[in-house]
């Protein structure tokens, strides 16, 4: 988009494009010139210093505006003033569109720095960034609290890149409100790097003067740090005391301000996260469990669920099944769940069910549960084929930090990902080593597994992703449901109905050998079968891709708690339940992703710049490394998933290919 220049002052065009930002940029960010005249005005007093200004409107800020003012002046305490605003309008974040779009998204990593030129380069450069007016201007000038728009993003567990100019590691001072910022997001959960950017000489380096002398390319090279960094080790001195000259009275206790916001907020969830789970899902015994626990609990109860039908559907081992066609499907499930590290209570939920089924089988939860999933040798040989033809061949494994497996499984030569892709096939498991070969027949291995979305996103890679190991796996997205501060009421209940009756359930399952739907079952699965086997594109696509076998594994699942051998309807249709909220998991924490690199940073650029761009302009935000088949073939994945759409415009010379989002 081509913008009106002659409606800027020479010197505002000028300081834009010294900033590296484009047309689209400029035009995005609405900045404009005041009239000479309408300063005083719109400034709300006459600083006599001043002979232009340059706007800068705050989206969604109900009018906000700070203004860079030209030439620059000392104020009575000899400090440079470059930028004003109306008195007593306050402090507000700066957020463009396209990063308003993912504040609610902890998925999507944000960056914060100084200044709208810096947040809008960093934007057009394809990286989600917040600008703030100054290095304090976080915190309110009159009550020293947290502005209110921090309290519009979703914190917890998301990525967070502090981006400040090159002085802020010379004068010390300077340190302190990053510091104390980033003290702020930790409190929030947010899990923060700051980015360094050395200094040239005497003259100060923002991430705008980064990005014009290094290119987009250089970004990542820049080092990053953490809070513990022994840069900031006056600073840490600083803070504590700082915090409790700030401290906040809450019903008679003080806390530090951090620790109020997060206090203040705990309750509150963000706007944007996949609907609660389908009433139907709580059809029959692991529904009266459910609803039972759930008052008595700060554990999501879709954690407590998902946990309770995998612990089921080991404990009864592999006699159970259904068949498609020759294929036996045994009812094992592998549990994910995904959610923030402390706060998601994904670990609570465990220790219930665990609870529950001590009191069914305590022998299997003893000895045949286990954590410390390192390699396929160390699974088989649990497992492995001897003379004890009495073996028990049922195996749980528990990772509560699965982020540590999926490094493993990165490592050259692992074949963990193999094995336990066999495993949930039914297939038996053995190793090619010639000097000591192991086997392992007729097993029934299940997987509960507990990651934070960041972890997930990283970890699980493209091999993986594409591979089948991934789509192996029932995502769910779990968080605290509510706030018990005296701890829940659980162990105070009585279960002795309920497990009595799970008892019995699963002495009846032990018995069922095949499981089939009955007529009803057999014309919803006929209606639903071409949607559940149809597919989709990109890494949802290759996560949700054994959608029809989990669907009839979970069904069975329910028929039996129903000391039933037969899938009804009631069955189907819980087990539906189940597999559309851990599909919609799946599009939450992975729908920007298309599975081509290429493609997403195709995207992320497409979606900071709302005009569109060309495929010249997209050559050169990749860089001169990436191939015209390999631009072309993202361009096309992206049209398939249904993230980007293209037309032509007619120019004087050749027709020129526009890109945008389409949606």
């Known amino acids: 988009m081509t913008i009106n220049e002659s409606s800027f002052h020479s010197d505002h065009l000028a300081d834009l494009r010294k900033s590296g930002l484009t047309d689209d940029t400029i035009a995005l960010m609405n900045v404009y010139t005041v009239c000479p005249g309408d300063i005083s005005r719109v400034l709300g007093w006459d600083p006599k210093e001043v002979n232009s200004i340059l706007a800068f409107p705050y989206p969604n800020t109900d009018g ?42 902890p998925s999507v990593p944000l960056a914060i720095t100084e200044g709208e030129k810096k947040a809008a380069a960093l934007v057009q450069s394809g990286t989600m960034a917040i600008g703030m007016g100054g290095i304090w201007n976080w915190r309110d000038g009159q009550s020293h609290k947290v502005i209110e728009d921090f309290d519009r993003i979703t914190w917890a567990d998301r990525p967070v890149l502090l981006y400040f100019d090159s002085d802020i590691w010379h004068p010390p001072d300077l340190l302190k409100p990053v510091y104390a910022l980033g003290q702020e997001l930790e409190g929030r959960g947010a899990l923060i790097q700051i980015v360094v950017i050395e200094q040239k000489g005497q003259d100060k380096v923002g991430i705008d003067d980064f990005l014009v002398a290094n290119g987009l390319e250089a970004l990542p090279t820049l080092k990053t740090i953490s809070l513990r960094h022994k840069g900031f080790s006056q600073a840490s001195v600083w803070w504590k005391g700082w915090y409790n000259d700030c401290h906040r009275s809450l019903e008679g206790v003080n806390f530090p301000e951090c620790m109020l916001n997060s206090l203040n907020s705990l309750n509150s969830h963000p706007v944007r996260w996949v609907k609660p789970l389908n009433a139907d899902v709580c059809y029959g015994l692991v529904g009266e469990f459910v609803k039972k626990i759930e008052p008595h609990t700060e554990s999501d109860p879709a954690a407590i669920l998902i946990q309770f039908l995998t612990y089921f559907g080991n404990v009864i081992g592999n006699k159970s099944h259904f068949k498609v066609e020759a294929t036996e499907h045994h009812l094992k499930l592998n549990s994910a769940l995904v959610g923030p590290t402390s706060k998601g209570r994904k670990g609570t939920a465990y220790n219930i069910v665990n609870y529950i089924y001590k009191s069914i089988d305590p022998l299997w939860v003893d000895e045949n549960i286990v954590s410390g999933l390192s390699s396929g040798e160390g699974v088989i040989s649990t497992l492995s084929d001897d003379d004890d033809s009495k073996k028990d061949k049922r195996l749980l494994i528990v990772e509560p930090e699965f982020s540590s497996t999926l490094k493993v499984m990165a490592r050259e030569g692992n074949i963990l990902s193999g094995i336990m892709r066999q495993a949930w096939d039914g297939k038996n498991l053995r190793n090619l080593t010639k000097n000591n070969p192991l086997r392992a027949s007729n097993t029934h291995i299940s997987m509960i597994v507990h990651i934070t979305i960041t972890e997930l996103r990283k970890y699980l890679n493209e091999t993986e992703r594409a591979n089948g190991f991934g789509n192996r796996f029932l995502y769910f997205l779990v ?74 594994r979970i069904a069975c699942i329910y028929a039996l708690l129903d000391c039933s051998a037969i899938v009804r309807v009631e069955h189907l249709n819980a087990a539906l339940a189940v597999w559309g909220y851990a599909e919609s998991c799946v599009e939450f924490i992975f729908g920007d992703i298309s599975g081509d690199s290429i493609a997403d940073k195709i995207y992320i650029a497409l979606k900071a710049n709302e005009n569109g761009l060309s495929r010249t302009e997209i050559i050169k935000i990749l860089g001169k490394h990436r191939s015209s088949s390999e631009i072309s073939r993202a361009l096309e994945l992206l049209l398939k998933c249904n993230k980007a759409k293209n037309q032509t415009i007619s120019t004087e010379g050749r027709d020129k290919e526009i890109w945008t989002v389409a949606n």
């Open 479 to 552: 968080k605290r449901s509510k706030c018990l501060p005296e701890g829940g009421q659980f162990y105070t209940l009585d279960f002795s109905h309920l497990v009595k009756r799970l008892r019995d359930v699963v002495e009846f399952a032990k018995t069922v050998d095949e499981i089939k739907r009955d007529n009803e079952a057999v014309q919803i699965w006929r209606d639903v079968y071409p949607v559940l086997s149809e597919g989709k594109p990109g890494v949802v696509g290759d996560l949700t891709a054994r959608a029809e076998a989990y669907v009839m």
């Open 64 to 105: 906000f505006v700070r203004y860079k003012i030209f030439p620059a002046f000392k104020d009575k305490d000899g400090h440079t003033v470059k930028y004003l605003q109306k008195k007593g309008t306050g402090a507000h974040l700066y957020i463009l569109q396209p990063v308003e779009e993912v504040l609610r998204n």
